[in-house]
């Protein structure tokens, strides 16, 4: 079992940045491949950016060159840094984790394992 625990949201006036932080527990962190989701009201949850344990790293094109997955494995933690925000990035993020080798894709899942979320808000 895998306990992930976000951080890091919060409010911000669109161009701004902000840093989101997942930490897991357990020893396999470095095994599982991450990623955060973004729900905006009355949206489906969608995948943004997800990195494999290799590294790999995929945006979804409405984040692409403004967002970055990383990932610590000595801390157990992956990080979305978050730049040149705009309203629509408004959503909960929730960070996720897959166990590798398993069916299916990073991008279509399934997750095994799901943060509570953390709440961003960009004002115009």
């Known amino acids: 079992q895998v306990q992930l625990v976000e951080s890091g949201g919060g409010l911000v006036q669109a161009g701004g940045s902000l840093r989101l932080s997942c930490s897991a527990s357990?020893?396999?962190?470095?095994?599982?491949?991450m990623a955060w989701y973004a729900q905006a009201p009355g949206k489906e949850r969608e995948w943004v950016a997800i990195?494999?344990?290799?590294?790999?790293?995929y945006y979804a094109d409405s984040v692409q060159g403004r967002f970055t997955i990383s990932r610590d494995n000595a801390e157990n933690t992956v990080y979305l840094q978050m730049n040149s925000l705009k309203p629509e990035d408004t959503a909960v993020y929730s960070c996720a984790a897959r166990r590798t080798p398993q069916a299916g894709t990073p991008q279509a899942g399934p997750y095994n394992y799901w943060g509570q979320g953390t709440q961003v808000t960009v004002s115009s």
């Open positions: 357990g020893r396999t962190f470095g095994t599982y491949t």
């Open positions: 990195i494999t344990s290799g590294g790999h790293t």
